[in-house]
């Protein structure tokens, strides 16, 4: 932050520069962009933002996000979905990647990460033990591992299919139709779709 800058300026382009995938450039557009913009606009954008803590919560079986108060979610609810299949995802922004192709009704699993020990995230940090939970409670007979195809994402995936072992579910990983070392969330339609057709058991 320059001497000539106003502190609110600079305390919001440093808050929009600590947002993932936006730089100090990036930041400081979105922050004068917003001071040329009408008040309303700035202040919709302010209460959105207050409010997506207080107005969202996680569902208790699938960790996916969901409205405050509507727990389990939506999706864990639908009875039009097959609730003996479970898709497995790391992060929430790939369930709806997932959803947009349109093939998928069953259900969900966030596991809120990938096992990295670099960056110190072991298996009891994410949401594994609950999905393991949930095969008996919930008479699962299939298991889609659908994390990232990246060095965690794999190691993930061989883990959770450890724990399952013995376990009378049938277990399959999505085909290779998605890039090497590339995210769930930025695929297209088409990748996903071939990629959710052409699962194979692991």
């Known amino acids: ?20 995938g936006i730089g100090p450039k990036t930041a400081a557009r979105l922050t004068y962009f917003l001071l040329r913009s009408p008040e309303a606009e700035s202040r919709e954008l302010a209460e959105a933002i207050g ?11 699938c960790f996916n996000i969901t409205d405050a108060g509507v727990n ?14 479970i898709c497995v995802v790391e ?9 947009r192709t ?16 670099v960056e110190g995230v072991g298996p009891e940090d994410l949401r594994i033990a609950e999905l393991v939970a949930r095969i008996p409670a919930e008479g699962i007979r299939e ?25 009378p579910v049938r277990v399959t990983r999505l085909a290779r139709g998605l890039p ?10 088409t990748t996903v779709s071939q990629a959710l057709e052409g699962r194979q058991e692991v």
Do not use: K, W
């Not at 389990?72 to 299949?85: K, N």
């Not at 992060?91 to 959803?99: F, G």
């Open 1 to 20: 932050m320059t001497a000539t800058m106003p502190r609110p300026v600079g305390r919001l382009i440093e808050a929009f520069a600590r947002l993932p």
């Open 51 to 61: 409010g997506i803590r207080a107005e969202t919560d996680f569902c208790s079986r």
């Open 72 to 85: 389990p979610c939506s999706v864990c609810t639908d009875t039009g979905r097959d609730g003996t299949v």
């Open 91 to 99: 992060d929430m922004l790939d369930v709806p990647a997932l959803e």
């Open 102 to 117: 349109g093939l998928f009704r069953g259900r969900y699993h966030v596991l809120h990460g990938a096992i990295s020990p």
């Open 143 to 167: 298991v889609i591992l659908a994390t990232n195809p990246t060095l965690e994402g794999e190691a993930t995936a061989m883990y959770v299919r450890r724990q399952m072992e013995g376990m």
């Open 180 to 189: 090497s070392g590339g995210d769930l969330e930025y695929a297209d339609v």
